[in-house]
T-cell receptor, first 113, second 114 residues
Framework: EPEVTQTPSHQVTQMGQEVILRCVPI?????FYWYRQILGQKVEFLVS????????KSEIFDDQFSVERPDGSNFTLKIRSTKLEDSAMYFC???????????FGPGTRLTVL | GQQVMQIPQYQHVQEGEDFTTYCNSS?????IQWYKQRPGGHPVFLIQ?????EVKKQKRLTFQFGEAKKNSSLHITATQTTDVGTYFC??????????????FGKGTKLSVIP
């Protein structure tokens, strides 16, 4: 069964450093999402992406965040200058056409020291 | 913005007992989805409810969508240790250009005592 993959599984970085989280969505899907989950809290929407542009972003997704689909398979989330409060699990999700289901990847745990 | 509230936050049950989690939205939902997240895992889609008053069943799980489409519930009959995890409801709404945004509740963490 196709699945969303994410790398790395765990990223540790120093405050102020840039990080890039990578996702490979399911191959025929067209809608892509990033969510985050701070430890013990609910899953929060960050951004949706379709047709090579952002469809919507939340207030969390400020100027420090950016997304990119550099080729036909990868979908990346970049945080330019990480803050302590960016520490969370980041989930990528993808959705196909004519389906109501978002498939979540296993997540990348980001730890900012 | 849309807010989705979920209760209880935690539930401990003896194996074999029933379990229910409730979800309420501040606004009318076009549809609602339920996800399960095992400890250390990622959200896994369980079901979507669309119609007012809709009831769907998956084996021991029963999902309901309220008549006003502002509340929903998940009921598990005769819990098993494999039911352990956090159950999230999520309101789904269009977020532009055909994509959809999920607004998650805080989840109910279910513990099952063998």
């Amino acid at each position: 069964e196709p699945e969303v993959t994410q790398t790395p599984s765990h990223q540790v970085t120093q405050m102020g450093q840039e990080v890039i989280l990578r996702c490979v969505p399911i191959s025929n899907h067209l809608y892509f999402y990033w969510y985050r989950q701070i430890l013990g809290q609910k899953v929060e929407f960050l951004v949706s992406f379709y047709n090579n542009e952002i469809s919507e972003k939340s207030e969390i997704f400020d100027d420090q965040f950016s997304v990119e689909r550099p080729d036909g398979s990868n979908f990346t989330l970049k945080i330019r200058s990480t803050k302590l409060e960016d520490s969370a699990m980041y989930f990528c999700a993808s959705e196909g056409v004519f389906t109501d289901t978002q498939y979540f990847g296993p997540g990348t745990r980001l730890t900012v020291l | 913005g849309q807010q989705v509230m979920q209760i209880p936050q935690y539930q401990h049950v003896q194996e074999g007992e029933d379990f229910t989690t409730y979800c309420n939205s501040s606004t009318t939902l076009s549809n609602i989805q339920w996800y399960k997240q095992r400890p250390g895992g990622h959200p896994v889609f369980l079901i979507q409810l669309v119609k007012s008053g809709e009831v769907k069943k998956q084996k021991r799980l029963t999902f309901q969508f309220g008549e006003a489409k502002k509340n929903s519930s998940l009921h598990i009959t005769a819990t098993q240790t494999t039911d352990v995890g956090t159950y999230f409801c999520a309101g789904r709404r269009r977020s532009g250009a055909g994509s959809y945004q999920l607004t998650f509740g805080k989840g109910t963490k279910l513990s099952v005592i063998p």
